[in-house]
Structure formats: structure tokens, C-alpha cells
């Protein structure tokens, strides 16, 4: 039997009677994702107050809990009150994210460490200036697919952000060697994480600079820098003893000789050698199968 409205209201009053920073915050609405709180605030004044109070105290922000689109209004709800943000990731918001949507969070957020505008292709060296200035924490930054960022904006990122550790300029096609040589010599020593992956203007200056600069880089992703070649990798197997991954595939210039110090130190890179190649391919030719060892 369906409850009346008044065993509706009584058990309303039952639950926001629990302490809401002791009990509902920490172990309710913290397990409620994004997209149910939106809305259980339209359930009554009271519920609108405790999720405002919820969100106001979010450290981590994720706007693919919501769904795949979110609405302009909704995320400018979302946000309004949040002051204690450490991880940001606004990808699903990439069609109309706008530096009037964003700055305004960065500045009311100065304790963040990680940030993911991937594919927001509206904003600007703004946003940029509005991180570097605002968010000297700042550790993980991804820009993917912002072919707005150049190599101004990278400029001001290398000046002003000591802690930052992981970046992705995959697809940042706007950014050349001397955006990168800088990055290198300001931001280098840092530098655990770096993609310049799909970006033709990144060559072997800038892979060699990095490599001299970089001695705690852990995993560098060069996938289709077509003019990064065997010298860049060669100087990469000199100077980073902490690589663990690389990408080159589609790096046409880079040849296996300059990949085999790499290879035997365990580097995990995304371009087989050779043998291993051909090993492969006699196995799918009908006949050779049965006679190919590939642990060879």
C-alpha cells in the first residue's frame, strides 16, 4: 500500500533529524552520486539546504556523475557554493564550458591539485591565467584537445605552477619546440607525466630538452609527433633513468636501435621490436602457424 502524505513528511522529518555534519554529510550524501543529489534538493527547503551544505565541502568534482551532458544551470548550481575543491574534471561540459563558467570556481578554489578540461574548446589563455595565478597546488592539469592553448598560455603555466607534475597537451597542435624547451627548463625538474601525443610542430629539440631536464619523468606519450626522431629517444635512454613508459607509435622516424636501451631496461613502449613483428605475422599466414615459437 502506497504511504500517505503524512507518513511521507514523518519519515522526512525522521531522517534530516540525524546530525547532518556528524551522520547524513559524511556517511549519507556522500555516497549519493551527483546526479540523484540534484534531485533530492527539489524534494523541500530543508533537503535543498543539506545538499547546498554537501556540496559547499566537496573536495573532488566530477561532472561525468552526472550524466554524459549537463546542463550550463546545473553546474553553475552544482559549483555556487564549493570552496574546498582539490580535483576538478569537467570533460562532459566541453560544448559550452566558457571561461565566465570557470574562472569564477578556479578563484573560490585555491586548494586545487587537479584539474581535467579535456575537449573544452571554448575557453581561453584566461582560464589558464586564472589556474597559474590562482591555484599554486596545482598538480595535474589536463588539456587535451584544447587547440586554444599556445605557447603563451604554456608560458604562464611553466612560470607560475611549482607543484605541477602531470600534464596532457595531446592534441595541443597550436604548441612548438620552444613551448616545450621552456616548459622543460622552468617546470622540468617536476615532471613525472607528460603527453604531446598527435602534435606534428613537437620535434626532437623539444624531446631532448626534456629529456635534460626532466630526470624524475616516469611516462612520456609521443604518439604521431611525426618529427620526433631516434635522437630525441636516444637522449631520453641517457638522461631519464626513471622512464617506465613510452609512446611512439606513428613516429615514423624513430628507429629500433634507438629503442633498444629502453628495451632493456623494461620500459614499457608501445611499438614492438622487428623480430617480434615478423614473428607475428608469419603466425597469421595460414600454414607457419603451427612451426612459430614467438618467445623466441
Keep these: 500500500m502506497e504511504p500517505s502524505g503524512g507518513e511521507q513528511e514523518l519519515g522526512a522529518v525522521r531522517l534530516l533529524d540525524l546530525p547532518w555534519e556528524d551522520v547524513l554529510l559524511p556517511h549519507v550524501l556522500s555516497r549519493v552520486p551527483l546526479c540523484q543529489l540534484l534531485r533530492l534538493q527539489r524534494v523541500s527547503r530543508a533537503f535543498r ?13 566530477d561532472a561525468a556523475q552526472v550524466g554524459p551532458q549537463i546542463p550550463r544551470a546545473a553546474l553553475a548550481w552544482l559549483l555556487r557554493d564549493a ?14 564550458l566558457s571561461d565566465e563558467d570557470l574562472v569564477p570556481v578556479l578563484a573560490r578554489n ?12 571554448q575557453l581561453s589563455r584566461r582560464t589558464l591565467g586564472a589556474l597559474a595565478e590562482g591555484c599554486p597546488r ?17 608560458r604562464g ?15 595541443c597542435r597550436q604548441l612548438k619546440d620552444e613551448a616545450i624547451v621552456y616548459l622543460a627548463q622552468r617546470r622540468g625538474a ?3 607525466s607528460l603527453s604531446l601525443a598527435v602534435n606534428a610542430n613537437v620535434g626532437d629539440a623539444a624531446v631532448q630538452e626534456l629529456a635534460r631536464n626532466c630526470p624524475e619523468l ?22 631519464c633513468p626513471a622512464l617506465r613508459s613510452l609512446r611512439v607509435r606513428h613516429c615514423h622516424h624513430v628507429a629500433e636501435p634507438s629503442l633498444s636501451r629502453l628495451r632493456k631496461r623494461g620500459v614499457d613502449i608501445d611499438v614492438e621490436p622487428p623480430l ?6 608469419l603466425q597469421d599466414m595460414a600454414g607457419f602457424a603451427p612451426f612459430v615459437n614467438l618467445q623466441v
Excluded: K, N
Design 276 to 281: 617480434h613483428q615478423a614473428l607475428v605475422l
Design 49 to 61: 539546504a543539506l545538499v547546498q551544505l554537501h556540496l559547499a565541502g566537496l573536495r573532488r568534482f
Design 138 to 154: 596545482l598538480q595535474r592539469l589536463s588539456l587535451a584537445h584544447c587547440d586554444w592553448v599556445d605557447g603563451l598560455a604554456l
Design 110 to 121: 585555491p586548494q586545487l591539485r587537479s584539474v581535467a578540461l579535456a575537449g573544452c574548446g
Design 218 to 239: 616516469e611516462h612520456l606519450d609521443l604518439t604521431g609527433c611525426l618529427r620526433v626522431g631516434s635522437d630525441g629517444v636516444r637522449t631520453l635512454a641517457e638522461y
Design 83 to 96: 570552496e574546498r575543491l582539490q580535483e576538478l574534471a569537467l570533460a562532459p561540459c566541453h560544448e559550452w
Design 157 to 171: 603555466l611553466a612560470d607560475r605552477c611549482p607543484a605541477l607534475e602531470e600534464l596532457d597537451l595531446t592534441a
Design 190 to 192: 617536476g615532471l613525472r
